[in-house]
């Protein structure tokens, strides 16, 4: 919500952040304590008991991804929505604001039926339903007590209240002083059991702001442009926040079939990191998570991304900082060569003296920046991103030649021993820095909980950088960084520069 | 029954009534348990022979060690004739390496063993902090000790430094929520002041190495040092080995004395900025806010919670979940530890929404001062803060920063334990006052940024408007001095080119047409100029079937193809409109002269192509011509100028040659252009028309 991190930043300040796990932490590994709950829903606490406070995560297996076609931005929708309260939080009286809710409803789907029709309706006729829409809207706002779930977490001490929709799932996290652990499971609870989708169309104004914003950036622009290039059929090709269009034209009636689908017990993962103590905990945690219905596993299967044919290419035209990207198809999270590929990533791109740095950088002086980005899409096979900015009068092609030089090296040279060596190192130093905070913990272990189906991949990711060897990366180079496999994104800043160079 | 009956049976119903509410919602049955108590770890305080200040921490939770240093002396300590200083030595500390390692191999080594150490400058320290693993101790302490005692500065690593801070300088208007604060930030604190001063080009050009060496000389000096470190070490061992590498740095010379820029008072102003190429308005207001110190703080900082911080806070509630006109909308204060920070408030909103936004935000500020905030309010703010407490304490890396930040500023250790305190006893009535008192309306900066013409309402409605030009000045930044004997020789002369030119054809001159060929660099272009005075200016520019269009309209510069339009960047359109100055011979800059709208004055006589001269310096805001005028005859041969180009400032002289009359106006119908002394660009015209009534049309794509 509010303090949300866009992927868009995320892939700026993310860069070269691979997170890789090293050994030697099995004290912390042993701390763990997994249970599944009746109702199906996984729980894993770690304790850690350092300040009086812990993080509290509920993981939705569920992104961006599993959207359809004229209704993408709902995964999205739904998350912000998931603020909005309960039957009890958020109500002065809710049977009388359901009633209210319901000619709402009503009224938007009796609007938008009509918006859709071909021809298009009469002017009076939408005006009419546009104004028994609002009414309808007006008399139901006297029932609210708006952001009440935000205040209470806020009063009882939540310092980072916040959640976030990527491709691949929907995430609710925030933390709190350790002894409001019972308030934690209640919101959680009742939010994810009896959730009202209150002040939708709303909301949906709000979410229209937030894409005018990433839009407002030509960075936003092109990564918009970029993945429904790089992706003919995979869903991966619809930005998260979704098209205009379907943000106007999803109703609440969709946002509670989205809920009802992939809200259940057992699409869902909870994580406790901190002062937490698990024996005490676990009986809290059935108590009121166990009344969020089973379900049923929702499927995940999406359109597959068929094999390329032809490299792709497109350019912007922007007054912003000029910028290009080059990307190639690559498997998703789970395939055992996905450590090569942040072996990759780390060398091109991991420090101050990593190759991309050296070359582009420091001794061609032709980017400000340049890096590597493996993490778009993990689910399914997504992107690994080489991107570079380009230094005052330099041109992304020059930067994009460049770039091409050191993935042909990967190729034909192996990576020295010396290169290996500070993998590891830098690993290590990033594991440290990964866990040293509640939050990415928690986040961490869900994560490889959905992605590979067993948070304890999460420290075995050392053992795996460490048999990672040049003959890995010059095969997993050879293969993967081939023309037919491969879309560029440029943005040129000025076509008025170009004439002058010529 | 008894009235006294009813009235208890009444009150019994009411209780039951509200048990019956709450026994719907577990949140409000919820019993907490007393909080864990907090056992911050042991700081231990030690101080070398030379003054160093040294804070430890030991944290065995990981096989790591981190290190902090802070530095008397970052923006406020640099001279304001060398701006940017602090920023380049902020960079080149760490790139530029030591005396013993240099900046690439430092690099090498740190990456090979999985460490980092960052430097930085900010207002008023330059920090220097490191990470590694255990293993590497004294290593990394031994290199972090040579950055403090023997940086190398080396010049391709301030090189590289000055090419990256252009590159920032050109896009610095790219983001909407870094040019809008910045803005304000200027006009709280004054546009040369340290605590808002922007850097320019030109100021890079004027950093040298020897300047970076006597900054390290006189603020690196372990007296006005304060140095953290925190991991897995025992303190008496780290002790040793911080003696051992720091023990010998010594102070040299006297102590610097610190000086904190004196701050202006402000006064109620509205500023908008035209931006065509942002999807919002981008709105932010603002004031001069205090000191961590101050007296007031606590009812303060409660009062501008309750106005913009979070979920809770009045500015989120009425612009994002009532109104529905932003994603994001709040704010609060900015305090600083030894100068007055600011408060500031701010949302983005579509053109067609600003004044809507714009007047919910001043509603909400007049609502705080009018009125008290209501108990619930009171609650939120002050029990969040208590109960957000426990986070202070969650890191050593957050601990350790805030201790070494007290200290550094002269903080007592305890200073948040008391702040909670303070905030304890907050009273409603304390924020009215806190409110009134510091919340001051008629002081209150506002500076929104966007498509101004799709506002739902001007600005005017809130106040006299100035537009800030946020134009990125190319060349050397000039002030001429008043100087009535230079003004008055330079208006004599621009008549006497005038007259040469054609005096009333010139002053009756309202358009002009230009139809020629540019060759640079082997090729030729086609090309058509449109010029209404004053500001109504195009380019055009043919390549085989297509053409490209650069026009300036007002206050408004796009770029034209196939029908298709964009904004300019600014860096652009800040060339196209040197081009207005000096287009046709200049006969715009000289029309500008005489009618006394550009300022100008005599400088020197001097030769061009082996004849004598008069040289006259015309300021615009563009930047400053040069303009070249024959002795005898009034004929303005050329006019100089400086230009960013793409490796650094270009020298520009246009040479105008060949001259024809065309009804009744001298013009040249050959321009060749030398960039840095070398002929780069040749222009031929064979067309020109005068007052032929160009259509607007021409400038709209």
Known sequence: ?502 | MTKKLICLLLIVFASLGLMAQQQKRAVDQLVYPKLNDIQPPQVVEHQLSNGLTILMVEDRDFPSVNMVALVRGGKIAEPKEKNGLSELLGITLRTGGTTNMNGDDVDKYLDRIGASIDSYSSEGEVTLQSECLKENTDDVIKLFADFLKQPGFTEDKIDLAKTQMRSEISRRNDEPFGVVPRELNKILYGKDSAYARQLEYADLDNLKREDLLGFHKTWFRPDMTYLAVWGDFSAADMKARLEKYLGGWTNQGPKPQVVLPQIPPTSYSVNQIEKSDVEQTFIFMGELGLRYDDPDYAPVYMMSEILGGGFSSRLFKKVRTELGLAYGAGGGMSPAFDHKGMFYFYTSTKPSTTAKALQAMLDEIHKIRGELVTDVELKTAKEGFLNRFAFQFDSTAKLVNRMLIYKFYGYPMDFNQKLRAAVEKVTKEDIQKAAQNYLLPDKLAIVAMGKVKEFDEPLSKFGTVNTLDITIPTGKKVEMADNPQAEGKALELAKKAAKFMGEPALMNLKDIYLDGKVSMEGQEFPYKIYFVFPDKYAQELMFGEMSLKLIINGDKAIVSQGGQTAPLPDSEAGDVRKSMWTEANCVFLLKSIIDGTVKAQYLKEGTFAGQPHELVAANTPQGLFLLFIDKKTGQLSAVRYESMGEKGNEDIVEIYQNVKDVQGLKLPQQVTTNVNNEPKVSNKIWKVKVNSGIASATFEK
Not at chain 1, 191 to 215: H, Q, S
Not at chain 1, 257 to 273: G, H
Not at chain 1, 367 to 383: F, Q
Request: charged residues 25%.
């Open chain 1, 1 to 502: 919500m509010i303090k949300k991190k866009t992927l868009l930043l995320a892939l700026l300040t993310l860069i070269g952040s691979v997170l890789v796990f090293a050994g030697g932490f099995e004290a912390l590994e042993n701390s763990v304590v997994e249970k599944t709950l009746p109702n199906g829903m996984k729980v894993l606490i770690l304790p850690r008991h350092n300040a009086p406070v812990f993080t509290g995560l509920i993981y939705a297996d569920v992104g961006g991804a599993n959207e359809q076609q004229n209704a993408t931005g709902l995964a999205h929708i739904f998350e912000h929505m998931a603020f909005k309260g309960t039957t009890t939080v958020g109500t002065k009286d809710y049977t009388k604001e359901k009633a209210a809710l319901d000619k709402i409803e009503k009224a938007f789907l009796a609007l938008r039926a009509a918006r859709d029709r071909k021809p298009k309706a009469s002017d009076e006729e939408l005006k009419t339903l546009e104004d028994a829409f609002q009414k309808a809207q007006e008399d139901a706002q006297p029932f609210v007590v708006q952001n009440e779930l935000g205040e209470i977490l806020e009063r009882e001490g939540s310092p980072d209240l916040n959640a976030f929709t990527s491709f691949d799932q929907t995430v609710y996290l925030y933390s709190l002083p350790s002894n409001k652990l019972e308030l934690w499971a209640a919101i959680e609870s009742d939010r994810f059991a009896n959730p009202v989708l209150r002040e939708f169309y709303k909301e949906k104004d709000v979410i229209m702001e937030e894409k005018r914003m990433g839009e407002s950036s030509a960075f936003g622009k092109l990564l918009d442009d970029f993945m429904a290039v790089a992706f003919k059929n995979h869903m991966y090709r619809s930005w998260v926040i979704g098209s205009m269009s379907d943000l106007k034209h999803i109703s609440r009636t969709e946002a509670e079939a989205w809920f009802q689908k992939y809200y259940c017990a057992r699409n869902l993962t909870a994580v406790l990191v901190g002062d937490v103590d698990p024996a005490a905990a676990m009986p809290l945690l059935e108590k009121y998570l166990g009344k969020i219905p089973a379900g049923e596993k929702p499927s995940m299967f999406v359109s597959e991304e068929p094999q390329q044919r032809a490299e792709k290419r497109i350019i912007m035209e922007d007054p912003a900082q000029p910028f290009v990207v080059v990307a190639y198809h690559k498997p998703a999270f789970d395939d055992p060569d996905n450590s090569v590929y942040d072996a990759i990533a780390d060398i091109l791109g991991g420090g101050p003296s990593s190759r991309l740095s050296t070359s582009l950088v420091k001794e061609k002086k032709l980017a400000l920046y340049a890096a590597t980005y493996t993490d778009l899409g993990k689910k399914y096979p997504g992107l690994f991103l080489f991107f570079a900015v380009p230094n005052q009068g330099k041109s992304p092609e020059e930067c994009e030649k460049a770039l091409y030089e050191e993935i042909e090296k990967l190729k034909t040279t192996p990576v020295t021993p010396e290169e290996l060596e500070g993998l590891k190192a830098r690993s290590k130093a990033n594991f440290i820095k990964a866990i040293d905070n509640n939050m990415g913990l928690a986040l961490n272990l869900a994560s490889y909980q959905n992605l590979t189906g067993n948070w304890r991949d999460l420290f075995r990711e050392l053992e795996k950088i460490d048999k990672v060897t040049a003959d890995d990366i010059m095969r997993i180079a050879r293969k993967t960084f081939v023309s037919t496999n491969k879309t560029v994104g440029i943005i040129k800043t000025a076509p008025a520069k170009d004439a002058e160079a010529k």
